[in-house]
């Protein structure tokens, strides 16, 4: 939210630097994120003088070019060339004299410098509007008032305003202090903790009055629960046009485009105040009649952008007597608006409800400046005085008489806050005794009412537009945020309680193979648990009725809590591939949510996503592509962390992968692991292989807390390896021959490994070559070449008996 401090000193007399007055505002609460530098012309037309044309002759060189000498002054007048055609002798004009910087429309700054000009030197540049900035018009230079002296600066003339602007990192739960009157309240409490006490100056509507009731428009308020109160009145006789410079100016500083009087005083207002006004052409209001009301659901309706727009039953809508004019608080319609020919309106000031106005803002994706501030709630009470304050503007700027009475629909008031504040609880809360007066100024300063005084405690009322405070401990939270947090000391004596958890927690145990997964190389993500409904399309295991709906979706992208967590995953790999990161290892530590009949539920996962080469180009190796293999190693490394190696592994074939195994321990699936198919790469954009790992963290976590460790000593005896060459058919996997090996020989062989296969020429057709390695150990004496050799005697023959191996 960007606040004008020219704008926010109409509120409060002070002459602190912004800086300074930042500092101030960021300790009350209201972080300043920056403060920029406007001037309502860029460049505050700095070096630009008045200059009187004293010839003007043709450019002997060139037809479209004069020649011109201009007094700005100075003792010698300035020799110039001139391409404009309305030049002319005793003109006073403006010239950008040698040095001075000018802006193009679109920002880019240049400097005036001495050259020639078809051979004619140029010691300076006589100005159109849109060179200096004052308007989008070329077609000639600026004419000034010939009472003008020579040498004058223009800044003085144009009344060139300086402003710094203010940008507020706003919390959700200020909503009063959406605007600058509501700013200046906050920094009135805060000055006045500094021993300044600044008067707050609120804008007079007293001059307010009705010159007729010609042109009256009926109000009736249909559903009071989404509109608790409304008002309205009419103005005829207005013209509409382009607004004066010094409103332009407040709505530039704050980054709003003036469009004409009516709607830059709406604008105006709502930032000055924080009440959103819309004013209807009343020419346009069918039967003289406003009703606040909702309407079918699969009404069309055409915004003011020109979109048209499905309504739902839920929306609020400001209707005429035959069709919806407005989405009330949130945006206008496109044939009810203020235009070039309107002469009379209808000027609404209202309070909708924050829930309603949040539903129907974000069902049709709009966020206007009106919907922010009905959404986090306006203050109910100051309706009415933005309305009279509006309409005198408008008096003012656009002319017209008032031609009715104020219409204030507002059946049942909002009432203020009743609070009791305790002054031994708030101690407790900060930690330090503040006095009590302190405390009643501070509450004074913020227009909280103090009712009774006791010696215990405060009897508070707390004004409407304070929708965020209504306990005890939001009191005290505004009591120490204007006494100030730095203002509280802190103590002498650290105080600490021993906790006791447990090694088995659950972040303990991320923490561990999170470390380990970065150690290989893996960034970890945290991918939004809100998802697409239409990713359960691509997965014929998961189902839409177990989609989790959100009941009120930021978009229709984010609608549904995630079945899955490959989708978030690849969602974020193809944003990285698009930024030309190829090489990706990505891990993930998320939840899955689904909908069953009876009940919701939620389950803990840990993905890994891999795609591209399993290290980065280096000249001291080649590069060689991730393979399964290599994640079916990594998958293996985090289960040996955790103390979970006795798994049995099966074949794993489902919807999203097209090769695949399945871990198991107890029956009981741990990680499910493979080759993502190629069809659901195309449609995340990703081209490479990607490889995924999911494992079922709850399962795993109630494993590790079964795990018993055992501690031996190191073995004194050494280890000694055989090897075999196996000749076996294609259908034979390393996993029958490991177990195999450790069924033959359970004592003495320790370790079974394949590492060479060969498939291809000087084989029998359907046959295969595994090199595969056993490490044998006695951890009690030295094994004896018998023995090792009557031990694969006894592997050899069950490798023949039982695979129908042969030894090459």
């Known amino acids: 939210m960007k606040i004008s401090y020219n704008w926010l000193k109409q509120f409060i007399n002070t002459d602190w630097p912004a800086e300074k007055t930042g500092e101030l505002l960021t300790d009350l609460g209201l972080e300043i994120e920056g403060i920029e530098h406007f001037q309502s012309v860029k460049g505050g037309l700095k070096g630009i003088v008045v200059g009187e044309v004293l010839t003007c002759v043709q450019h002997p060189n060139a037809n479209r070019l004069k020649l011109t000498t201009v007094d700005i002054g100075e003792k010698t007048p300035l020799q110039i060339v001139c391409g404009a055609p309305n030049v002319g002798v005793g003109q006073k004009v403006p010239v950008a004299t040698i040095g001075t910087t000018l802006y193009s429309a679109e920002g880019e700054a240049w400097t005036i410098k001495k050259g020639k000009i078809r051979g004619e030197v140029s010691e300076g540049m006589i ?125 530039k500083a704050i980054g709003l485009w003036p469009i004409n009087n009516i709607v830059d005083i709406t604008n105006y207002v709502l930032h000055e105040l924080g009440q959103p006004l819309h004013a209807f052409d009343a020419s346009k209001i069918k039967g003289n009649k406003i009703e606040v009301k909702t309407v079918k659901t699969g009404t069309k309706f055409i915004s003011l952008d020109g979109v048209e727009r499905i309504l739902d039953e839920e929306d609020l809508m400001v209707c005429d007597a035959e069709k919806p004019m407005c989405i009330a608080g949130v945006f206008g319609g496109k044939d009810s608006g203020v235009s070039d020919g309107t002469t009379s309106i209808f000027l609404e000031s209202a309070y909708f409800s924050p829930i309603a106005v949040r539903k129907t803002a974000k069902r049709h994706g709009l966020n206007t400046d009106a919907s922010f501030r009905f959404e986090r709630g306006i203050d109910p009470n100051i309706t009415e005085y933005a309305l009279k304050r509006a309409t005198l503007l408008i008096l003012e700027i656009a002319g017209g008489k008032v031609s009715s009475d104020i219409i204030d629909v507002y059946p049942k008031k909002i009432e203020d806050c009743q609070v009791r504040l305790n002054f031994e609880n708030t101690r407790l809360l900060i930690g330090e005794e503040i006095p009590k007066e302190t405390i009643k100024s501070i509450l004074t300063s913020l227009e909280i009412k103090v009712n009774n005084v006791t010696e215990t405690g405060l009897g508070l009322t ?126 993930e530590f998320g939840k899955t949510y689904h909908q069953f009949s009876d009940k919701q539920s939620e389950y803990k996962h840990l993905t890994l996503f891999i795609t591209g080469n399993k290290s980065k180009e280096s000249w001291t190796k080649k590069t060689e592509p991730s393979s399964f293999f290599h994640l079916k190693g990594i998958v293996e490394s985090a289960l040996n962390r955790l103390g979970i190696t006795q798994t049995s592994s099966s074949p794993k074939t489902i919807d999203v992968l097209s090769e695949g195994l399945s871990l198991t321990v107890n029956r009981q699936t741990i990680v499910e692991f493979g080759v993502v198919k190629k069809s659901i790469q195309k449609y995340f954009g990703i081209p490479s292989e990607v490889l995924i790992a999911d494992f079922n963290w709850d399962i795993i976590l109630k494993l590790v807390q079964e795990n018993s460790i055992l501690f031996t000593s190191i073995p004194k005896y050494p280890e000694v390896r055989r090897d075999f060459a196996l000749l076996l058919n294609n259908d034979v996997q390393f996993d029958a021959i490991y177990k195999l090996a450790f069924k033959t020989e359970k ?20 046959k295969k070559s595994y090199a595969i390695s056993f490490t044998i150990q006695d951890e009690n004496k030295t094994l004896t070449d018998s023995q090792i050799d009557k031990l694969m005697k006894n592997l050899q023959t069950s490798f023949e008996q039982e695979l129908g191996a042969e030894l090459r």
């Open 127 to 251: 100005c159109a509007e849109d060179e200096i900035g004052l308007g989008a018009s070329h077609d000639g230079i600026v004419i000034l008032d010939s009472k003008l002296k020579a040498g004058l600066s223009c800044a003085e003339i144009f009344e060139v305003e300086d402003d710094e602007v203010f940008e507020i990192g706003l919390t959700p739960n200020r909503a009063d202090a959406m605007s600058h009157f509501g700013v200046a309240r906050d920094l009135k409490a805060g000055l006045i903790q500094k021993d300044i006490n600044p008067e707050l100056i609120t804008p007079s509507v007293s001059a307010f009055h009705v010159d007729n009731r010609g042109l009256r428009i009926d109000v009736e308020v249909k559903d009071k629960e989404k509109c608790p109160r409304y008002c309205g009145v009419t103005i005829s006789g207005l013209k509409v046009a382009e607004s004066p410079n010094w409103l332009q100016n407040r709505l």
């Open 747 to 766: 004592e003495l062989l320790k370790k079974v490994n394949l590492f060479d296969v060969y498939q291809g020429e000087n084989l029998p057709i359907g």
């Open 462 to 587: 707390i004004p409407a537009y304070r929708n965020d405070v209504t306990r005890e401990a939001d009191v005290i939270e505004e009591i120490l945020r204007v006494y100030g947090y730095n203002n509280i000391k802190t103590t002498e004596k650290l105080n600490a309680s021993i906790g006791t958890s447990s090694k088995f927690d659950d972040h303990k145990l991320q923490y561990i193979i999170g470390n380990q997964l970065v150690a290989q190389g893996f960034y970890e993500i945290m991918c939004n648990s809100l998802t697409n409904a239409k990713f359960t399309e691509l997965d014929s295991d998961l189902k839409a009725e177990h989609n989790v709906h959100i009941l009120n979706p930021l978009s229709t992208d984010l609608g549904v809590m995630r079945q899955s967590m490959l989708f978030s995953g690849l969602e974020a790999m193809a944003y990285n591939l698009n930024r030309r990161q190829s090489d990706l290892k990505l891990f």
